[in-house]
Nanobody, 124 residues
Framework: QVQLVESGGGLVQAGGSLRLSCAASGLTFSRYVMAWFRQAPGKEREFVTAISWSGGNTFYADSVKGRFTISRDNAKNTVYLQMNSLKPEDTAVYYC?????????????????WGQGTQVTVSS
């Protein structure tokens, strides 16, 4: 069974930082492109960032570029999202996703496996 489990969410004041983790099992992690998506209350789920097999290529949504950093540790089957300079508009449920393949992709439909999400709340 393929399973992705997010952790690290919580409540933080604007300007603060959080680090999310996504632990993967049941897949060849080093051959999966990994990504983070998020869904704010009353809004559609949106792409945040993605990372290639070895971590050499990353791609960020404009809304988080310069503030968020994605990384992965294939030995630990884990992908991370470091979030700095958080804003109230970053408040959302954050989801980890994975797909076999080569290129990073912003399309939700290209990802086969999803975690249950972790809540991030940023107060003003």
């Amino acid at each position: 069974q393929v399973q992705l489990v997010e952790s690290g969410g919580g409540l933080v004041q604007a300007g603060g930082s959080l680090r999310l983790s996504c632990a993967a099992s049941g897949l060849t992690f080093s051959r999966y492109v990994m990504a983070w998506f998020r869904q704010a209350p009353g809004k559609e789920r949106e792409f945040v960032t993605a990372i290639s097999w070895s971590g050499g290529n990353t791609f960020y949504a404009d809304s988080v570029k310069g503030r968020f950093t994605i990384s992965r540790d294939n030995a630990k089957n884990t992908v991370y999202l470091q979030m700095n300079s958080l804003k109230p508009e970053d408040t959302a449920v954050y989801y980890c996703a994975g797909r076999p393949g080569l290129g990073t992709d912003w399309r939700q439909s290209s990802y086969d496996y999803w975690g249950q999400g972790t809540q991030v709340t940023v107060s003003s």
